[in-house]
């Protein structure tokens, strides 16, 4: 029997739903996108352009702008009008060209950030600069008491509508787990325009430094249990939304992929895992994928992902507070001795 494993996000049909994630040492080097494409991947998301990178270069251009014409009459005829000046992180967007020349698949441009800025002009760079898609990734952590809930996830519909119009290419929204009423919210962002949602964006919090006494940053990688999140609200959001879903964070090894897939995962985002073993690695996890499938008798990725979704599972409940109340009362010290 072979085994279909082609399937579709934002629009794109794609040969497997396996994908490289949006991360420098990975989808920043070409040499690496090649090695990704030759193992199998079927997409790439580029590593993001910040909000701070744009802010950044633009603060930098204004006040050479500023230099030249008070130090040079004549510069005030010369020098080019700063808001028709190519601003941008200029390397992004030839990285970006690059990566459509070296490899065939589908590449998708990324933005991180928390506010309108220049995202819509640089959505509109990158769409240009030729990405297939766009993945907003929004990190926006609110510290102020008086902003409330409904501000915050008013703040991310209104940049996602904001990009959409100025844009042709799909979108896909990257964001976190901690909202009041997920359902809701991820409709919102669909109905702003989104056509996708990857699920979910990682945190990553400071550590302080003892000796120091600073906040510093600590990248840590994800392990394998972090798919258990994603899998819950993929679950519960593929029958709610009409949009493409993106699973990210945990997917180690194939059980996680697999189970992601029949959660509601269109496509599957790595990065931690290939950045531990090597591009090489996730030929491994699609072979191991594939064994899975035919082992049980899936013809295809399309009659595999979701069919354990909230709306397809005979025990919906286990995705809700009964799975809480059985894993509580359940556990016993025993779990804890060595067999």
């Not at 269109?266 to 895992?273: E, Q, W």
């Amino acid at each position: 029997m072979t085994v279909d494993l082609s399937t579709s996000y934002l629009g794109i049909r794609l040969k497997n739903p396996f994908a490289a994630a949006a991360c420098s040492p990975l989808t920043g080097d070409l040499d690496n996108l090649k090695r990704l494409e030759e193992a199998g991947a079927s997409l790439a998301v580029l590593p993001s352009l910040f909000e701070e990178q744009i802010e950044h270069e633009e603060l930098e251009l204004a006040r050479l702008y500023d230099y030249q014409a008070e130090s040079f009459a004549e510069s005030l005829s010369h020098f080019p009008e700063y808001q028709n000046f190519r601003t941008g992180p200029s390397e992004y967007l030839d990285h970006l060209a690059a990566a459509k020349q070296a490899v065939d698949i589908p590449i998708i441009g990324s933005l991180n950030g928390s506010s309108n800025g220049g995202w819509v002009r640089y959505a509109k760079a990158i769409e240009e600069a030729g990405a297939d898609a766009l993945e907003l990734n929004i990190y926006f952590i609110p510290t102020e008491p008086d902003l409330t809930a409904a501000d915050v996830e008013q703040q991310y519909v209104d940049l996602v509508a904001a990009v959409k119009d100025s844009v042709s290419v799909p979108i896909a929204i990257k964001i976190g787990q901690n909202f009041t009423s997920l359902p809701h919210f991820a409709q919102r962002l669909v109905t702003a325009g989104a056509d996708g949602l990857v699920l979910f964006n990682r945190y990553l919090e400071a550590d302080i430094d003892l000796e120091s006494l600073e906040f510093k940053p600590d990248l840590v990688l994800s392990n394998r249990h972090e798919a258990r999140i994603p899998i819950r609200w993929l679950a519960v959001l593929k029958d709610q939304v009409q949009a493409s879903l993106a699973a990210t964070s945990g997917i180690h090894r194939m059980e996680g992929a697999v189970k992601m897939l029949l959660a509601g995962a269109d496509v599957l985002m790595l990065a931690s895992i290939l950045l531990m073993k090597g591009s090489e690695h996730l030929s491994t996890i699609i072979d191991d994928v594939v064994h899975w499938m035919e082992e049980n008798e899936y013809e295809s990725i399309d009659q595999l992902k979701g069919s354990m979704s909230r709306k397809n599972s005979p025990n919906p409940g286990t995705l809700e507070r009964a799975n809480y109340m059985k894993a509580l009362t359940s556990y016993t010290l025993d779990n804890q001795m060595p067999h």
